[in-house]
């Protein structure tokens, strides 16, 4: 009798728990690639907005050339050209004021939001950086409703 009480536990025990396999680590770097992967398709959005874009002006506020450079690293700059030195004289200031950060891709679609690293001083004279940029047919807008065309170089 003791030996069927015994199988009887044996096999009841087996029965109400069931068998878990070990767990099994990650391939090595694989927590990266899902990130990258997950990622990839708002960085793709962006992708149209790297490069140089540059706007004469701007109504009657921004009267000067704005020029802003977007990387794929997902880093910017821009350059506004307030009163630069004209060629072949020498200023005591070159007028030229510059800001850059980093941006990240924003809604909607085919928007970017600029996050400003170094910045003029608030006494320099001209605007503020805009805040974001966005994607529209032919050209690039930026959040104060000023239009860029693409460009070869930041001037």
């Known amino acids: 009798m003791s030996i069927l009480l015994t199988l009887g536990l044996v096999l009841a025990c087996k029965a109400s728990t069931p068998a878990q396999a070990p767990p099994v680590a990650p391939p090595e770097g694989s927590a990266r690639r899902a990130v990258a992967i997950n990622q990839s398709p708002v960085r793709v959005a962006a992708q149209p907005l790297v490069g140089i874009w540059q706007s004469d002006s701007c109504g009657d506020a921004r009267t000067y050339v704005r020029a802003i450079a977007v990387d794929d690293n997902g880093m910017w700059r821009s350059r506004d050209m307030v009163s630069p030195c004209p060629p072949g004289t020498q200023c005591m200031w070159s007028g030229i004021v510059e800001a850059n950060g980093t ?16 910045a003029a001083p608030r006494n320099a004279p001209g605007e503020a950086p805009p805040s974001s940029l966005s994607l529209k047919p032919g050209q690039v807008v930026d959040d104060l409703g000023c239009s860029y065309k693409a460009t070869s170089a930041l001037p």
């Not at 941006?103 to 170094?118: M, R």
């Open 103 to 118: 941006w990240l891709p924003a809604e909607p679609l085919g928007t970017i939001q600029l996050n400003v690293g170094s």
